[in-house]
T-cell receptor
Framework: DAGITQSPRHKVTETGTPVTLRCHQT?????MYWYRQDPGHGLRLIHY???????DKGEVSDGYSVSRSKTEDFLLTLESATSSQTSVYFC?????????????FGQGTRLTVV | AQTVTQSQPEMSVQEAETVTLSCTYD???????LFWYKQPPSRQMILVIR??????QNATENRFSVNFQKAAKSFSLKISDSQLGDTAMYFC????????????FGTGTRLKVLA
């Protein structure tokens, strides 16, 4: 199994509070991604990173920010959580540029904003 | 921009029977990869099968095979001899192996295998 860990696995937070989700990998893969999964929408890309300090927006980036200060860690921050951000969040990694084509996923984080 | 469409939100199949899940995509690229991922109730995303667009031969992995029609931009998954453990959500995904290496997913098909 690919070495990718998300924390926390579950979180309940109040509207308006900041929340940070962490993704940690031990595979030294260049590419890291944050997706959210919602019924009827599949997995939608929030942000991704193509190297340390190199990040870009995905299709649903509003209300989210990311940081990658080390190869192994990719943080997703909800600056001020809203109920619409209640979702399951997945981190993924890929060594695609090095010849491996598949994305490997973390276990997911279920976030509930009340 | 690439898009992936799964038009079957839910499907069911009897144990030991065969079922086909549909996926279509839109791209102007000639070189890309397509994937099917399985998500059982555990929530873990598991790669089922991958297809390289420049390979004409359809990929197979044990009971799982694909029907890749590049001109029609179609990528269906066939599951033979369905087992109860195949019950899961299945996602089709597209990746262009250059530039951003983003993976674009469909909305998923929930498959239930009936005993």
């Amino acid at each position: 199994d690919a070495g990718i860990t998300q924390s926390p696995r579950h979180k309940v937070t109040e509207t308006g509070t900041p929340v940070t989700l962490r993704c940690h990998q031990t595979e030294n893969h260049r590419y890291m991604y944050w997706y959210r999964q919602d019924p009827g929408h599949g997995l939608r890309l929030i942000h991704y990173s193509y190297g340390v300090k190199d990040t870009d927006k995905g299709e649903v980036s509003d209300g989210y920010s990311v940081s990658r200060s080390k190869t192994e860690d990719f943080l997703l921050t909800l600056e001020s959580a809203t109920s619409s951000q209640t979702s399951v969040y997945f981190c993924a990694i890929s060594g695609a540029s090095g010849g491996e084509t598949e994305a490997f996923f973390g276990q997911g984080t279920r976030l509930t904003v009340v | 921009a690439q898009t992936v469409t799964q038009s079957q939100p839910e499907m069911s199949v009897q144990e030991a029977e065969t079922v086909t899940l549909s996926c279509t995509y839109d791209t102007s690229e000639s070189n890309y990869y397509l994937f099917w991922y399985k998500q059982p109730p555990s929530r873990q995303m598991i790669l089922v099968i991958r297809q390289e667009a420049y390979k004409q031969q359809n990929a197979t992995e044990n009971r799982f095979s694909v029907n890749f029609q590049k001109a029609a931009k179609s990528f269906s998954l066939k599951i033979s001899d369905s087992q109860l453990g195949d019950t899961a959500m299945y996602f089709c995904a597209f990746m262009k192996p250059s530039g951003t290496y983003k993976y674009i997913f469909g909305t998923g098909t929930r498959l239930k295998v009936l005993a």
